[in-house]
């Protein structure tokens, strides 16, 4: 099982919006709707930020989002924050009944 | 609250095998969630390693890790083990224990454990 392709890298300024897209295949992310997001600060665990490709957990912020089309799952953060500076990783349910992680994305606030 | 509480670091010879130990609390251990382990190399991203159900002992390994990971759990005490064997310096890394709603999201994870391969 391959990792799912994120682009190494997307930057952004306060205030604007910004996407991470998740490319895998229909056996992965195009054949199910159980993708998730992970966002991890340095040196910290990862947190859950989005579940089935568009849910937030209770207390993530609204500015965070998904959406999926085809095998590409995408991450979009409006209203930027300095805060938002981590590391993104998707995720993924698998035909073969295991889990595949995202190569993920390091999400710079300039 | 759901915790997800690791066993400490641990340093290790080329060769050796070490076990890593997750006890869960503030949920029902056996009912509804599994266990998966998930390990992350100095600079490196994340990297699935596998699940266990804690209510049959079912276990899916990612490829790479079988013959070489076995997870289990003891659910008298709610907890869960992976342990690797055969180590070697490419297996430095933080190993993290989650829960998730069976295979499709991971929702708690625990602190993580360091594990160092060094001669």
């Known amino acids: 099982q391959s990792a799912l392709t994120q682009p190494a890298s997307v930057s952004g300024s306060p205030g604007q919006s910004i996407t991470i897209s998740c490319t895998g295949t229909?056996?992965?992310?195009?054949?199910?709707?159980?993708v998730s997001w992970y966002q991890q600060h340095p040196g910290k665990v990862p947190k859950l930020m989005i579940y089935e490709v568009s849910n937030r957990p209770s207390g993530v912020s609204n500015r965070f989002s998904g959406s999926k089309s085809g095998n590409t799952a995408s991450l979009t953060i409006s209203g930027l924050q300095a805060e938002d500076e981590a590391d993104y990783y998707c995720?993924?349910?698998?035909?073969?009944?295991?889990?595949?992680f995202g190569t993920g994305t390091k999400v710079t606030v300039l | 609250q759901v915790q997800l509480v690791q066993s400490g670091a641990e340093v290790k010879k080329p060769g050796a095998s070490v076990k890593v130990s997750c006890k869960a609390s503030g949920y029902t251990f056996t009912i509804g969630y599994y266990i998966h382990w998930v390990r992350q190399a100095p600079g490196q991203g994340l990297e699935w390693m596998g699940w266990?159900?804690?209510?049959?002992?079912?276990?899916n390994y990612a490829q790479k890790f079988q013959g070489r990971v076995t997870m289990t759990r003891d659910t008298s005490i709610s907890t869960a083990y992976m342990e690797m064997s055969r180590l070697t310096s490419d297996d430095t890394a933080v190993y993290f224990c989650?829960?998730?709603?069976?295979?499709?999201?991971?929702?708690?994870w625990g602190q993580g454990t360091l594990v160092t391969v060094s001669s």
């Open positions: 995720g993924s349910y698998t035909s073969s009944s295991t889990y595949v």
């Open positions: 229909s056996s992965d992310v195009g054949g199910y709707n159980y």
């Open positions: 266990i159900n804690p209510n049959s002992g079912v276990t």
């Open positions: 989650a829960r998730a709603l069976t295979i499709t999201y991971l929702d708690y």
